[in-house]
């Protein structure tokens, strides 16, 4: 999977904390929102707690979405994708249109981690129509909209095509701007304009591109988030490769990886080791070059490993729904055979009834000849 693709989760991450924030005031899942990237596992934890205790539709779609969002940000997606697809099953039930948007989008990050982007931008075309029937005032409305662009931008990025990533990226700053300000609006801003600047370095525009990144880290520092601020970095130390300016590059990535140490996000890690083994080789620096290409290729044989289970478990998932769709179609087929044997005695009793009916007006008829025969005589 390209390296790129984790700015729709970061992206995710953020856009869904508020939300959650809204529908719940509890300290606990408070807590658990605030935390979701920088410690995963305890949000998790928080969750599965709060699972145990909530029966009602929205909150355990939440609940279950907060604790596919955390595994997304370990970048554990075989749990990440089990878990959303438990909130999927809440999706026909009683609940908020904004719940069910957020199920759709949480579904569509998924099938776009792992590739699936037909899949996902179908589920983007159900999420918007359900978006867009929102009323103009709802304060989810925009946001969603940003959302679902965002995400949009990032796959035709991810199928090389930049052009239309940028439109879309900007249809989704647009958005966001025209939104309620407030944190997370900055920290998704930072995301997108991070995206609209690599965007620009695949179409060789490098002064656009380092614009953008250069926004990008003003939005990051605004969000007073470390993670997104280390991406800015590794985008900016990227470009600074590309130009052969190795030293600032490498400056760069040295304050990106030192920001990033903490977080555990292994697919920024393995952006800025990657890039970090490139400066070193460019400049001769074996030593380096051979600590960080390591560390590298074993972040890319676990990344490796997660996608394969979660491939698995979704074939798995998929295997299953045929295996239903199967014996609803057999069932029918059942019922279909049952109700033709019905029709069938159904109208052999007929033809019979209307053959003994004929037979016994025959036999009064010929007992009447007959008599009329013999009266004549």
Known sequence: MK??????????????????AQQNN???MKRARLIIY??????????????????KTDEV???????????IAKRNNDSSLYYILKATDLIDKEALPTTKIKILNSVAVQYQQMELYDKALETL??????TEKLDNGDKERLPNIGFNYAVRGMIYRNQSNPDLALEKFKMAAESLKNSVPNKNTAANLRIINYNIGYCYMDLEQLKNASQYFALSE????????KS???????GQGESQFITKNYSGSLEKL???EELALPIGDLILNEGIYKLLANNNLALNNFEKFQVYNNRYLAIRKTLEQNELKSLNRYLNTRDQEEKVQIAAVTERFRIYNWLSGIAALVFAAFLVKNYLTLLKRNRRQRKLLETLTKAKK
Do not use: C
């Not at 920088?38 to 029966?55: G, M, T, W, Y």
């Open 61 to 71: 779609a939440h609940l279950y979405m907060l604790v596919s969002n955390a595994y």
């Open 254 to 256: 040295y304050r990106a």
């Open 26 to 28: 509890d300290s606990l």
């Open 125 to 130: 075309d159900k999420s918007l129509i359900l």
């Open 218 to 225: 003003t939005y990051a520092k605004t969000a007073k988030a």
């Open 38 to 55: 920088e410690n995963p596992d305890e949000a998790i934890s928080i969750a599965l707690k709060l699972l145990k205790q909530e029966n």
């Open 3 to 20: 390296h790129f693709t984790t700015l729709s989760v970061l992206f995710f991450l953020l856009w869904s904390a508020g939300f959650v």
């Open 228 to 234: 997104l601020e280390a991406y800015a970095l590794k």
